[in-house]
């Protein structure tokens, strides 16, 4: 690129790196199937799964598909200037955090280093998600979340992080608007972001920039939760040239944030909280 185009992109895109803290002006493309949400349907032939239009009779992974947990490294939640990381604490002793309490926006900071050692194919990912679990919160309220993600570009501490000191990102990509209810899931699908990860450098990780409408207040479980969130579920697609596997629990890699639960509530619970996309 000529030098004085690219003085102007990179001039551009310092001006939206300034926005991130009060909602972004301009954004990337978004990389594989358009978005749908509450707002935008898909076409008459497509049908919205996991936040994308896909072809009718789609599932958001095949039934065969090995499915890896990556636990979060680091995690920082900025809203209104400060750092919440702590979250607040509920009658059970559990943590978590809100999303949508204020008018303004509150960014989730996550670092899912520890992608660089699943060893695998980029073209092997089938689906990558960002997974928030849910937090029983008597000050839940239902609404509608818009999203955007960015990934980081830089080594980041959480130490002084705050709206006007974010880590260093590319452009954000609109997700889109995401209804939300009390004890309900989250799912952010960034498989694109995750093939790059895999194929390339170190990833640095993400920032989930989330704004509520209507007075939504959507709480998650933080990283000190029984359940730790945020969490990227990886699923690989079973290898065609091989034996057909038999479906299996899923891996997971990382230490565990919280306490670990007894086996047979992981067996009850594995469909009704984090056995797959919602």
């Not at 989250?186 to 990780?205: A, C, F, M, N, Q």
Request: charged share 20%.
């Amino acid at each position: 690129m000529p030098p004085v185009k690219l003085l102007r992109a990179l001039a551009i895109e310092g001006a939206c790196l300034t926005l991130l803290g009060a909602g972004a002006a301009c954004y990337a493309p978004l990389q594989g199937p358009p978005a749908c949400d509450a707002s935008r349907a898909c076409a008459s032939d497509g049908v919205c799964v996991v936040g994308r239009c896909r072809d009718a009779g789609t599932v958001p992974v095949s039934t065969l598909a090995r499915r890896v947990q990556v636990a979060a490294s680091h995690v920082a939640i900025i809203r209104d200037d400060s750092l919440h990381n702590s979250g607040e604490e509920s009658a059970s002793g559990e943590r978590g955090f809100v999303l949508g309490a204020t008018e303004g926006q509150t960014t989730v900071v996550v670092d899912f280093a520890l992608v660089k050692s699943l060893g695998e194919r980029a073209d092997a990912v089938e689906r990558a998600v960002v997974v928030l679990e849910p937090h029983a919160s008597p000050e839940a309220r239902a609404g509608q979340l818009t999203i955007d993600v960015a990934e980081l570009v830089a080594p980041w501490e959480t130490q002084g992080l705050g709206f006007r000191t974010l880590p260093r990102t590319q452009l954000p990509i609109r997700l889109g608007a995401f209804v939300t209810a009390p004890m309900q899931p989250l799912s952010l699908d960034v498989t694109e972001l995750v093939r790059k990860w895999i194929h390339g450098k170190r990833p640095y990780g993400l920032a989930i920039l989330a704004r509520g409408e209507n007075g939504v207040r959507a709480w998650y479980a933080n990283r000190e939760s029984s359940r730790p969130s945020p969490r990227l579920d990886v699923y690989f697609a079973p290898d065609a040239t091989g034996p057909t596997p038999e479906p299996a629990a899923p891996t997971e890699l990382g230490p565990s944030r919280g306490p670990s639960r007894p086996s047979e509530e992981n067996d009850e619970s594995d469909e009704s909280d984090s056995g797959g996309i919602k």
